[in-house]
């Protein structure tokens, strides 16, 4: 697994080992940060939160392209200790919150990106949803991106501005109301 575009382009990262971790593939990330960066231009500035982070895939590759600072929640042991060392490898402007986020305390800072990639079939995506409008960390008008399993719903009282099938996952595009 590697960034694939910006500052860090190419640069590996770190994954835990075993079969807790699923991270996002190459190119659903492609297709991710294409839908993201049409409707945003540029990633410059922005607060971005990982959630479900794994290897922090998502949210460095949203730092690589100039995203100012990344908050990274991940509650497997083995995964956060791999976060961890990809964050210290490229001295990215992360903070990692180990633990789940259902249990996310208040935002100090608002988020422009949301990025959640939860475990197919659990529903945890409508869950942390739900807990980080009330805690605070979607910005208005901010940008979410839920990767679900491809047979997968999502509800969700956000604007839908994608549904896009890649293999066996679907991404959910949604807008905050401002």
């Not at 940060?33 to 959630?51: I, Q, T």
Request: with cysteine.
């Amino acid at each position: 697994m590697r960034i694939i575009s910006g500052q860090w382009r190419g640069r590996p990262l770190i994954a835990p080992a075993g079969e807790a971790t699923r991270p996002t593939a190459d190119r659903v990330r492609e297709a991710l940060f294409s839908m993201l960066a049409s409707r945003l231009g540029s990633f410059e500035g922005l607060r971005v939160l990982d959630g479900f982070a794994g290897t922090g895939a998502l949210g460095l590759e949203a730092l690589s392209r100039g995203a100012a600072q990344a908050v990274f929640v991940e509650k497997d042991a083995e995964a956060v200790s791999a976060l961890r060392r990809n964050v210290a490898k490229l001295a990215a402007p992360a903070e990692v919150i180990a633990g789940p986020i259902e249990a996310i305390g208040t935002a100090r800072h608002p988020c422009d990106i949301i990025l959640l990639d939860p475990p197919y079939g659990s529903g945890l995506g409508e869950t942390a949803l739900a807990r980080l409008v009330e805690c605070g960390w979607i910005a208005p008008h901010a940008l979410i991106s839920v990767e679900t399993g491809r047979k997968e719903a999502l509800a969700s009282d956000f604007d839908v501005l994608a549904v896009r099938d890649h293999g066996k996952a679907r991404l959910h595009l949604l807008r905050a109301p401002g």
